[in-house]
């Protein structure tokens, strides 16, 4: 079974750094990639970032230039550095497992990053 826990979420001010990370445990067959989602309040939740098992990157048009994705230790850690936050960007953040095989997708609990005007 893969558990993720999600880190680094908090308050923050406009124009400020957060980097979260994501520990994954358990074993990760079929690796497809790994991401990070968001859900704002009475929003959907939204891709912001995925780094593919071949390393391939993708963002979302909003935090192009602004976050960067990356993984370490065997793909068991991933993390999204966020620079020049705003307030828009607040939300809580979900880190994404996908796999090949069923269930396919794991997620973790979610962390809150808040960013002030």
């Known amino acids: 079974q893969v558990q993720l826990v999600e880190s680094g979420g908090g308050l923050v001010q406009a124009g400020e750094s957060l980097t979260l990370a994501c520990a994954a445990s358990?074993?990760?067959?079929?690796?497809?990639?790994m991401g990070w989602y968001r859900q704002a309040p009475g929003k959907q939740r939204e891709l912001v970032a995925v780094?593919?098992?071949?390393?391939?990157?993708n963002y979302a048009d909003s935090v192009k230039g602004r976050f960067s994705i990356s993984r370490a230790n065997a793909w068991k850690t991933v993390y999204l550095q966020m620079h020049s936050l705003q307030p828009e960007d607040t939300a809580v953040y979900y880190c994404?497992?996908?796999?090949?095989?069923?269930?396919?997708?794991?997620w973790g609990q979610g962390t809150q990053v808040t960013v002030s005007s």
């Open positions: 994404n497992v996908r796999t090949a095989l069923a269930p396919y997708d794991y």
């Open positions: 358990g074993n990760i067959f079929r690796l497809v990639a």
């Open positions: 780094i593919t098992s071949g390393a391939g990157t």
